[in-house]
């Protein structure tokens, strides 16, 4: 058995039938030439060779008697892959928004806790004649860089795919789940090895956090303890901040990561600068739309990875930061500068607080406690009324720089597809692929009907800034490229005002 850690456990006791707290990547594929097989087929066969390169795939939970501690993963010994390997055909005409819609579906469904935390699906129909993979996984059991180590398992560099060594074989068990007296214990010793590792870790964790809390005295011996510049308590109220719903919508949106990356180069800030200020441009321009842009500006909140580098446990090793959008700021490039001050203060905050900040920490009853406070603030719809910390999530994934197959099918786009939460409808996440830069924008149906609009707005900032920096260039226009002229994005309907209104009074 492995215990989860605090962190990996709240993502499951966060969870409510309106707040799945699961990870998935939507991939289209373009099939061999002259492909004549059955693809679904051809992915459960080599599924089942694979399964045991990424834990994901192997272990399930087990609970601990009456919740009094937080579950383990054990391992799985009869892996139904009926179950967890889908066949969908889209009906016709097979469109790449119908695609999508269909995605926002299976991704707000919750997975089922008695197996394996997870699901994938190929999706065919599609009018182009390619092939779709959707997966999605249990947050509870991997982040974003896990996810990315997940993939590498799966997928091949080459189309005719890799030799993979089988497993070990080891002896069944022959038990659906553990005995009560093994739990117990197990939860006892977990516990006790949790607080002996936090009183060891105390000293450095007392000594960040009073790096990171007390500011320096300046040259008058006086300490400023006011809040670093352009950091903020709260969040302005905008309909994002809303109880969500179990219902979904998906958009995925593609740019060129050179492209990007001469963003950065010319404007002198970094790829993820660009990929915030697009968003925040993107967002100033769909809610001004309605008249739902706040005077000050949006907040977003950010996902900070603690791995050491080359660890890919899967698990997680994940905190959050928020940082200001600048969206009351009209100029794009005056924001972007904007943006990337506020980033710096970030990192540099970040940096001081990184090793104060615990992911696994002793919590009794857990399990009951914070599934009922989790639950109260669902029902309660205190969401609605509370003051957001962040209007929105905007996560960046440093993905895969080379081309990937699958089955023998080339893997064209990784779209990521995340998590939305109450108070923050909207969760943009970001990851690069073979030269992509992927956008997936994920939200509650009723609080972002228009997410495909949003999207659109988004490709429509990228251009701007891009013929806004290569005109900052020391070089002319013409010797860094062509790009198409900025497109605003589509003028709504009235009924898209009243919709967004009524959806921030739900």
Excluded at 82 to 110: C, E, F, M, W
Aim: hydrophobic share 45%; proline share 7%.
């Amino acid at each position: 058995m492995k215990h989860l850690s605090g962190v990996d456990s709240a993502f499951l006791h966060l969870e409510s039938p309106e707040m799945p707290m699961h990870i998935g990547s939507l991939n289209v594929l373009d099939l061999p030439e002259g492909y004549t097989g059955d693809f679904f087929e051809d992915t459960k066969a080599m599924l089942a060779q694979r399964l045991h390169l990424a834990e994901v795939f192997t272990r399930k939970l087990a609970l601990m008697p009456l919740d009094i501690s937080n579950p383990v993963w054990v391992e799985d010994e009869d892996i139904d892959l009926d179950y967890h390997i889908r066949h969908v055909t889209l009906p016709k005409p097979g469109t790449n928004r119908q695609l999508q819609q269909y995605v926002a579906r299976l991704h707000s469904s919750l997975l089922d806790r008695s197996r394996p935390l997870w699901e994938l699906f190929v999706i065919d129909g599609l009018k182009s004649g390619q092939v779709a993979l959707y997966i999605k996984a249990h947050h509870a059991g991997l982040d974003g860089q896990a996810g990315v180590a997940v993939a590498k398992a799966l997928f091949d560099l080459e189309a005719t795919g890799r030799v993979i060594k089988p497993p070990r074989p080891r002896g069944r068990r022959h038990h659906y789940q553990l005995g009560v007296a093994e739990l117990l214990g197990a939860a006892v010793r977990n516990t006790v090895a949790q607080s002996v590792g936090l009183v060891k870790s105390l000293p450095l964790v007392l000594r960040s956090a009073k790096s990171a809390l007390i500011p320096e005295k300046d040259a008058h011996g006086k300490r400023d303890w006011s809040l670093p510049k352009g950091l903020t308590l709260f969040a302005p109220r905008t309909p994002l901040n809303v109880a969500i719903t179990n219902q979904r919508t998906f958009a995925g949106r593609t740019v060129p990561l050179a492209e990007v990356k001469l963003i950065a180069k010319l404007l002198g800030v970094s790829l993820n600068d660009v990929v915030m200020a697009t968003t925040a441009g993107a967002l100033r321009t769909y809610l001004k739309e309605n008249g739902d842009l706040p005077a000050k500006p949006l907040v977003a909140a950010v996902p900070v990875s603690l791995r050491a580098e080359g660890d890919t446990s899967n698990n997680n090793q994940v905190s959050m930061v928020t940082m200001g959008l600048a969206t009351d700021i009209k100029d794009p490039l005056e924001r972007i500068r904007k943006i990337h001050a506020a980033s710096a203060t970030t990192k540099e905050m970040m940096g001081r607080f990184k090793a104060a900040i615990p992911t696994d920490f002793p919590l009794p009853a857990a399990p009951w406690l914070m599934s009922a406070l989790a639950s109260l603030f669902s029902r309660s719809r205190l969401a609605n009324v509370m003051p957001p910390l962040a209007n929105l999530i905007i996560s960046n994934v440093a993905g895969i720089p080379v081309q990937l197959y699958f089955a023998g099918a080339k893997v064209v786009s990784y779209y990521p597809v995340s998590i939305p939460s109450h108070s923050m409808a909207l969760n943009v996440t970001v990851q690069s692929y073979n030269g992509r830069l992927d956008y997936g924008l994920i939200a509650c149906r009723r609080a972002v009907p228009d997410v495909n609009d949003l999207a659109d707005a988004l490709l429509a900032e990228h251009r701007m800034l891009l013929e806004l920096a290569r005109a900052q260039a020391p070089v002319p226009p013409e010797a860094l490229g062509t790009v198409a002229p900025a497109k605003s994005a589509p003028v709504k309907a009235p009924a898209r005002k009243r919709a967004s209104r009524v959806a921030a009074r739900a």
